[in-house]
């Protein structure tokens, strides 16, 4: 395992702090009006860069939790089945399960034997966390435990996640009050889940194109979807998926290694989002990032596009935005 680790480093390495074309982190002169955090350009320069680097810092927790999802519910690394749930995977004293302990041997096998992007982004993780062979049962073994614990503890929030009839619904409401765009062809994801195989609960990559072709809005073969995350598993699943995704859906899909609290898409007039969804909805955000994130939407939705999300805004959204009111539960933000 350390030497795949040492040679998928190798590969990988020059990838890992890459930045997509036209991302950018927000202006002052774009949100000089709407925070406190910074008097001027150089201090407001100085605290998205430091708040970028804290939220991304944050993730790794994220990555060590789906490396345990994925020893629950993988099939690619053993014919063994998936355990019924992650409690399954802990006993009441806190212990890993017998079956958890058998799936977690086939997936350390697996380490050695698979060569997809899945299984790279693990070894890539694990290499720059510096887990060593002999240390790599107890580190897996630990935070397996820790992941069931905190679930357990913890209430999951993916079923928050807008799905595409919710999505279709809404357009078709924005159409009907004259609301919805004229069509779409460029749509933007933000948060769209990881990769079903080891998080089952969250597969909603694709749902926003079916909604915008059911709809009527979007044609089959005219359409680019943009996914946005920092995840970096997510990212790798949406690359490793797109091609095939893509013909299959009659669109062009790439990732964009954007962080949407603090950063935009800069796009050429007229190229900018006709429909922007945020998967997982506004909950979990602070005022300032529900500030921020919403103004970067702003800045990448092309003029009567549409941005979708759960829940409603806590703070005065941009002035570039006006509220559509559509459903309980669901807000549209249509660009002015």
């Given at each position: 395992m350390r030497r795949r680790i040492a040679l998928i480093s190798v590969v990988l390495a020059s990838f890992a702090f890459a930045r997509a074309e036209g991302v950018r982190f927000l202006r002052w002169?774009?949100?000089?009006?709407?925070?406190?955090?910074?008097t001027d350009s150089r201090q407001w320069d100085s605290w998205i860069r430091q708040?970028?680097?804290e939220i991304r810092s944050s993730i790794e927790r994220c990555l060590e939790d789906s490396i345990s999802?994925?020893?629950?519910?993988?099939?690619?690394?053993?014919?063994?089945?998936?355990?019924?749930?992650?409690?399954?995977?802990v006993t009441a004293a806190g212990d890993l399960t017998s079956a958890a302990r058998i799936r977690m041997e086939a997936f350390i096998a697996g380490l050695d034997q698979i060569d997809d992007e899945?299984?790279?982004?693990?070894?890539?993780?694990l290499r720059r966390k510096q887990i060593a062979q002999d240390e790599l049962r107890a580190y897996l073994g630990g935070n397996l435990r820790r992941a069931v614990l905190e679930r357990t503890r913890i209430p999951h929030t993916h079923?928050?996640?807008?799905?595409?009839?919710a999505v279709e619904q809404t357009l078709r409401v924005l159409m009907s009050t004259g609301k919805a765009p004229a069509r779409i062809r460029r749509i933007g994801v933000i948060g769209p889940g990881l990769d079903p195989e080891y998080d089952p609960d969250t597969d909603n990559q694709f749902a926003t194109l079916d909604a915008a072709q059911s709809s009527g809005l979007a044609k089959s073969g005219s359409v680019e979807i943009v996914v946005m995350d920092i995840n970096p598993w997510v990212l790798s699943h949406v690359r490793a998926v797109a091609s095939k995704a893509g013909g299959r859906l009659g669109a062009r899909i790439r990732a964009e290694d954007l962080n949407v609290v603090t950063q935009t898409v800069e796009t050429a007039p007229g190229l900018g989002f006709?429909?922007?969804?945020?998967?997982?909805?506004?909950?979990?955000?602070?005022?300032?990032?529900?500030?921020?994130?919403?103004?970067?939407?702003?800045?990448?939705?092309?003029?009567?596009?549409?941005?979708?999300?759960?829940?409603?805004?806590?703070?005065?959204?941009?002035?570039?935005?006006?509220?559509?009111s559509v459903a309980e539960g669901i807000t549209a933000y249509r660009r002015r």
């Open positions: 002169t774009e949100v000089q009006q709407l925070i406190t955090e910074a708040r970028d680097f999802m994925l020893i629950i519910f993988g099939t690619s690394f053993t014919m063994l089945p998936r355990l019924a749930s992650p409690t399954d995977a899945r299984f790279r982004s693990v070894l890539q993780f079923s928050s996640s807008i799905g595409a009839t006709d429909l922007v969804v945020a998967s997982a909805g506004l909950a979990g955000y602070s005022r300032v990032e529900e500030t921020l994130m919403l103004e970067n939407v702003a800045q990448m939705t092309a003029s009567g596009g549409v941005f979708i999300a759960n829940g409603v805004a806590s703070i005065t959204i941009p002035q570039e935005f006006e509220a559509v």
